[in-house]
């Protein structure tokens, strides 16, 4: 990207601040995982990862070891097009029981598991995989006895990786 996306100008604010504040219409806890000296200027507090290099997987996992909720919402930075609406809808597939997240199904019926909910229960999980450096969080989601949302609006999940795509969302969003 060239850039730090996180920190990319949306709608007159930071990407990261404009998704935290869609997360913040559903959950009244709302924290960005990373280097506190770069974020911590967005007016969430941030949480710097539990293990660095880790990626997605560390991010997620920082994030269960640091809240204590039951059920935690993990959006990633590069998703401008999450909604309340969506997240709000996964939160009502949280059920009691054998399952330990709740992941939508986006493009091409893949998972999508930087848009989703966790248990606390997915911990010792994301620790081995951590640990034993396995942190693709697709190849992880089955072990996390996930319940797969269908049904959504796959526009939900475009994420910004290169300059075209951030090009694009720009575009529709005018």
Not at 106 to 132: D, K, M, S, T
Request: some cysteine; aromatic content about 6%.
């Amino acid at each position: 990207m060239g850039q730090d996306k996180a920190l990319l100008p949306y709608h007159g604010e930071p990407l990261t601040v404009a998704i935290s504040k869609t997360v913040s219409q559903i959950t009244e806890c709302v924290h960005i995982i990373g280097d506190p000296a770069r974020y911590g200027h967005l007016g969430f507090p941030v949480i710097a990862d539990a293990v660095a290099g880790c990626g997605p997987a560390g991010g997620i996992y920082t994030a269960l070891l640091q809240n204590e909720a039951e059920w935690n919402v993990v959006v990633a930075c590069d998703m401008p097009n999450v909604t309340a609406e969506l997240m709000r809808t996964l939160a009502s597939h949280a059920v009691q029981g054998p399952r330990d997240c709740i992941v939508p199904l986006g493009f091409n019926g893949q998972p999508e598991p930087l848009c989703a909910i966790y248990h606390l229960r997915c911990r010792p999980v994301l620790e081995r995989a951590i640990r034993e450096n396995r942190l693709r969080m697709r190849d992880l989601v089955a072990e996390l006895r996930p319940v797969l949302v269908s049904g959504t609006d796959p526009g939900c999940f475009v994420n910004v990786n290169t300059p075209a795509d951030w090009r694009q969302v720009e575009e529709a969003a005018r």
